[in-house]
C-alpha cells in the first residue's frame, strides 16, 4: 500500500475581490483517480482547487484556491507521501497587482499585466528522493513532442498526455509516455475507466518496482 499525493482541480488567481483567472478543470478526473488508487487499497491525500465535484470520503481532502496555496499544501505533504498524481491544472499567471476594489468599466481597454506562477509538479520533481511522480500534460499541437519535453523538465517518471475535450467531460482519451518517450499504453472511455487504467500503469512500472 501506497501513501499517495493527488492534485486535482483549476486554481484562480483573482484580479480583485470578484473576477479572477482560472483553467477550465473540472475535477472529474481527479475524483477518478482518487476512487482508483482507494481500489487499490492506497492512502490518498488530494490537494484540491475550488470544484463542485466529491472526492471519495475515505480520502483527505486539502482544499487551496490559488497556485501558490497548492504548491505550498503539496510540499508540506509531499515528504510523507510514495508517489504523486499531478491531474490538477494550476493557473499558470497571476496579475502583478491585485486590485483591492472592483475594476470598475470605463469604456476603454484593459491592460493586465501578468507574471507566471510557481509550477507545482516541477517544483515536486526537484524535491523528490524516493518518491515517483506522474504528471498530467494538455496540449493542442505537437502533443507528444511538448509532453517529452514536460517530463523531462519536470523530472516526472510518466506523464499522461490528453486533450482539451477531456474539460468538463465525463470521457476521456489518453497516452501515458514514458521517460524515454514510448507510449506506455492508450486509453480510453469513461474517465473512472480512464483512471482505473492509468492506475494499472502506475501499479506495474512504480509501485511494484518501489516494493521490489
Known amino acids: 500500500m501506497a501513501r499517495i499525493l493527488i492534485t486535482s482541480g483549476p486554481t484562480r488567481q483573482y484580479l480583485d475581490p470578484v473576477r479572477y483567472l482560472t483553467n477550465g478543470s473540472s475535477g472529474r478526473m481527479g475524483v477518478a483517480l482518487t476512487q482508483a488508487c482507494l481500489e487499490l487499497r492506497h492512502q490518498v491525500v488530494v490537494v484540491s482547487?475550488?470544484?463542485e465535484v466529491e472526492y471519495p470520503p475515505a480520502a483527505e481532502v486539502v482544499s487551496v484556491v490559488s497556485t501558490d496555496e497548492m504548491l505550498a499544501a503539496c510540499c508540506r505533504i509531499f515528504p510523507d507521501c510514495d508517489g504523486v498524481i499531478g491531474a490538477a491544472a494550476?493557473?499558470?499567471?497571476?496579475?502583478?497587482r491585485v486590485e483591492n476594489n472592483k475594476i470598475a468599466k470605463t469604456?476603454?481597454?484593459?491592460?493586465?499585466?501578468l507574471v507566471e506562477t510557481s509550477d507545482v509538479v516541477a517544483?515536486?520533481?526537484a524535491q523528490k528522493k524516493h518518491q515517483w511522480l506522474v504528471g498530467f500534460a494538455l496540449e493542442?499541437?505537437?502533443h507528444r513532442f511538448r509532453a517529452i519535453v514536460k517530463l523531462e523538465?519536470?523530472?516526472c517518471d510518466l506523464i499522461v498526455l490528453n486533450e482539451p475535450t477531456a474539460m468538463?467531460?465525463?470521457e476521456?482519451?489518453?497516452e501515458v509516455l514514458a521517460p524515454e518517450g514510448k507510449v506506455g499504453e492508450t486509453i480510453s472511455g469513461s474517465k473512472r475507466l480512464v483512471a482505473q487504467g492509468i492506475l494499472k500503469v502506475i501499479q506495474k512500472r512504480l509501485v511494484e518496482c518501489d516494493r521490489s
Open 140 to 142: 493542442t499541437e505537437d
Open 123 to 125: 517544483t515536486l520533481g
Open 168 to 170: 468538463n467531460s465525463d
Open 172 to 174: 476521456n482519451r489518453v
Open 107 to 113: 469604456g476603454e481597454p484593459l491592460q493586465l499585466h
Open 49 to 51: 482547487g475550488p470544484v
Open 90 to 96: 494550476p493557473c499558470d499567471y497571476r496579475p502583478v
Open 153 to 155: 523538465r519536470k523530472s
